[in-house]
């Protein structure tokens, strides 16, 4: 059972990148997915969601507008498209899944029963 992020980069501001987050061992349809990051020296921060159930979004105000997540079931690929990047989007971003159809769970962390390991977005201004 297996979570892969990848897509990072460098990119100069107002630049775009696509996230993956790839499943295997599970069927990501099921499951809540959130993406994460982690700037140095500042603590975890969620950025958006998608349910399993209706495929209804979430997103941080400050990515509001800039960023869209979409799957793919048929790759069992999870996806964060991110546009109009700012310098203050580099992170290191991080996909995790629950079992459950609330991204009210997802927005806290907690009970993530799928964790990805992260990959590196460098926004330069």
């Known amino acids: 059972v297996q979570l892969q992020a990848s897509g990072g980069g460098l990119v100069q501001a107002g630049g775009s990148l696509r996230l993956s987050c790839a499943a295997s061992g599970f069927t990501l349809a099921y499951y809540a997915i959130g993406w994460f990051r982690q700037a140095p020296g500042k603590p975890r921060e969620w950025v958006s969601c998608?349910?399993?159930?209706?495929?209804?979004?979430d997103y941080a105000d400050s990515v509001k507008g800039r960023f869209t997540i979409s799957r793919d079931t048929a790759k069992n690929t999870a996806y964060l498209q991110m546009d109009s990047l700012k310098p203050e989007d580099t992170a290191v971003y991080s996909c995790?899944?629950?079992?459950?159809?609330?991204?009210?769970?997802?927005?806290?962390?907690?009970?993530?029963?799928?964790w990805g390991k992260g990959t590196q977005v460098t926004v330069s201004s």
């Open positions: 995790a899944a629950a079992l459950t159809s609330s991204c009210i769970v997802v927005k806290t962390a907690n009970g993530m029963d799928y």
């Open positions: 998608i349910r399993p159930s209706d495929g209804n979004t």
